[in-house]
């Protein structure tokens, strides 16, 4: 294609519409009504003032079909540790104070609610044991359960408190709705001795998606959802109040066990124990593999967690790959027309149900045209030559996508559009002066000195915290930090920043950001409880994601002057992965036949080779030729750091 300039793009590409967007950024800027931090859901600190308080139907929602709670509700492990705790949400109750935003605190009175819950004639839900909900289909002869939470703790806590009230029958299914921990981790307390002869369903793609994200940037996802949960504040009106998506995280033991069937299309009927089920595949949307089903005999619809009671991520703040606003209007418009007045009740594995045919429909429709209306505008505005910070400034919502189940407690306008950004035109806006900027400690050190030293950029942001421009008060106070790091009086007036700006929001995550950085600019890195990961995760892996695993930790410049090859065999996989180590780079391939030039060889099996890389040594691998050499190579393997600097240098 010829290139062509800016508007002669947009007037070929849109034709008659070319006018409409051929605007400049400043017309942008002019026509929007005040954004600032309201773009982002950070209101005053009792905000939302023009949503209806009074409307409490999604209070009745929540509430209806209540059978029981779990009482106390609070999981423990087999060691007596509290892995799950909802009755620390109790504060909730009141009214809101002036530590938190109103309408986020609706938010977490409305996901904190637990028990077991009657969803519709046959279906039932528990929720508020975990982030997510398990959803227990009642069939012929045993019980289906979609979604077996984070733990196996709090599902096995789940599954009994429906027992306990509607009998002790057998699991004859599983489903799992898409490959998030929050839906498959907990599934060792669903099938305690595997699936055995029980159907385990999943969307195609499951297994290997349900992985790959921990192999590469595991480490740093994990880090940053400590921040993104919230998982160090207190469960408190002043700390942490919830997710928006539900309250926590649980922090049991995670386990898989492996899908035993896949649905392949849109359209495949599968029956199980005598409940029919009818899919709709919806890969690219919430999640990479994910799926939507129908069970036409009930009048039930479970769409996964492609339509919940907030706006979701687009981009999430834990660090992930880009999520496809487009897709996912396109897949809930085909939801809208393949239901068509065939179902009654519409239940999420996050929130509480919908029921009635308009409802559904209703709430379908504003979530469809939310994600449209994101990426279709982000895209407008790239067109005339936007920034992503300026289209998170410029954008707003119309009034009428504004409703409770739009609002931006998960996701937000602001980081989703961004994220649209990112995900079309990358990291690089096109300005000169931003391709090559000094890193944050050489850009703070230099934009203090040329502000006058620490103290007059700490006062000047202090000005700024006056005139009430928390946002621009953070970025001068965190220059001062990354200048220099031991002055105290930079890194507390930005932590009461912080915590001004996390008081204010309506985003969930936002406030466990700005909070958490608070806490740790005060307490400094206090390392964050995490879930016991499972041997069937990690066997879960393949050879070659667990040879990525150790390639993304080598350390280059340390490496680069050793060139050595090895192979590792597995004779029960039928199979050889030859291994080259040179110019700091791990590479590998793999056949049936073993390399004569390989200066050494590793017999082994999965587990022995996940026993090696985890610091057991070699004990029973076969070992055939120089052994130091994989020394070498481990020597130059990096330890992550599960508890790297965030707010600080």
């Known amino acids: 294609m010829t290139p062509l300039n800016r508007r002669g793009f947009v007037a070929a590409a849109a034709g008659a519409a070319a006018a409409a967007v051929a605007v400049s950024p400043e017309a942008y800027a002019a026509s929007a009504r005040p954004q600032g931090a309201a773009a982002a859901g950070v209101e005053s600190a009792t905000g939302g003032d023009s949503l209806d308080f009074g409307d409490t139907a999604d209070f009745a929602n929540a509430d209806k079909g209540f059978i029981a709670a779990l009482t106390p509700g609070v999981v423990k492990n087999a060691a007596g540790k509290v892995v799950w705790d909802n009755d620390a949400y109790k504060f909730l109750e009141g009214d809101a104070p002036k530590t938190a935003n109103k309408s986020l605190w609706r938010q977490g009175q409305l996901a904190s609610k637990q028990g077991l819950y009657k969803v519709t004639d046959r279906i039932y839900q528990v929720r508020g044991l975990d982030l997510s909900n398990m959803t227990i289909v009642e069939g012929d002869t045993g019980i289906i359960v979609i979604d077996t939470l984070i733990s196996a703790e709090t599902a096995a806590a789940a599954l009994k408190l429906y027992r306990d009230n509607r009998g002790d029958k ?52 994990t880090r940053r959802a400590s921040y993104m949960y919230g998982a160090q504040l207190p469960k408190s009106a002043a700390g942490q109040i919830g997710c928006g998506l539900g309250q926590n995280v649980s922090l049991g033991s995670v386990g898989l066990i492996a899908p035993t069937k896949f649905v392949t299309k849109t359209g495949q009927v599968e029956t199980i124990d005598g409940v029919k089920i009818v899919f709709q595949m919806t890969p690219g949307t ?55 007045g065939a179902v009654d009740v519409a239940f999420a594995q996050h929130h509480w149900p919908t029921w009635g045919g308009e409802e559904i429909t209703d709430l379908l429709t504003q979530q469809r045209d939310l994600y449209a209306y994101m990426h279709d505008q982000t895209l407008r505005m790239i067109n005339v030559g936007m920034t992503g910070a300026e289209i998170a400034e410029a954008i707003t919502l119309p009034p009428a996508l504004e409703g409770w189940a739009n609002r931006g407690y998960y996701g937000s306008l602001s980081h989703n559009v961004k994220g649209i950004y990112q995900r079309y035109m990358g990291w690089f806006d096109a300005n000169p002066a931003h391709l090559w900027s000094h890193p944050p400690v050489e850009e703070s050190k230099r934009y203090v000195k040329a502000l006058g030293g620490r103290g007059a950029t700490v006062a000047r942001a202090l000005l700024f915290v006056h005139e009430g421009d928390l946002r621009f008060a953070a970025t001068l106070l965190n220059h001062v930090v990354f200048a220099d790091p031991t002055y105290t009086p930079a890194k507390r007036e930005l932590a009461k920043v912080y915590t001004k700006l996390g008081y204010a929001t309506e985003n969930a995550v936002w406030r466990n950001f700005y909070l958490t950085g608070a ?84 017999t082994m099996t999965k587990p022995q080779l996940l026993s090696l890389l985890g610091g057991a040594g070699l004990g029973d691998i076969k070992v055939v030729g120089d052994v130091t050499l994989l020394q070498k190579m481990l020597a130059v393997v990096e330890k992550p750091d599960p508890n790297f600097a965030i707010v600080t240098p």
């Not at 369903?201 to 595991?218: I, K, Q, R, T």
Request: proline share 5%; glycine share 8%; charged share 15%.
């Open 170 to 221: 057998a699991v004859t299914g599983v489903i799992y709705t898409h490959p998030h921990v929050d839906h498959f981790g907990g599934a060792y307390g669903v099938l305690p001795n595997g699936a055995g002869s029980v159907p385990v369903l999943a969307p195609e793609g499951f297994m290997d998606h349900a992985v790959s994200e921990n192999v590469y940037a595991g480490t740093a996802m």
């Open 286 to 340: 919430e999640a990479a593999a994910e799926m939507n089903f129908v069970f036409p005999d009930l009048r039930a619809v479970c769409m996964a967690e492609n339509a919940t009671h907030t706006m979701h991520n687009i981009i999430t703040l834990r660090g992930a790959q880009v999520r496809d606003a487009r897709i996912w209007s396109h897949y809930l418009n085909e939801t809208i027309t393949l239901l068509d």
């Open 519 to 602: 806490m740790e600019l005060t307490d400094g890195v206090k390392p964050a409880e995490s879930n016991t990961t499972g041997p069937t995760m990690l066997m879960a892996l393949s050879v070659d994601q667990l040879i990525d695993s150790v390639a993304i930790r080598i350390n280059g410049p340390k490496a680069w002057d050793l060139k050595l090859s090895m192979d590792w065999s597995f004779p029960a996989l039928g199979a050889v992965w030859h291994l080259t180590l040179q110019n700091g780079v791990l590479t590998y391939r793999s056949d049936a036949k073993a390399d004569p030039g390989a200066g050494v060889t590793l």
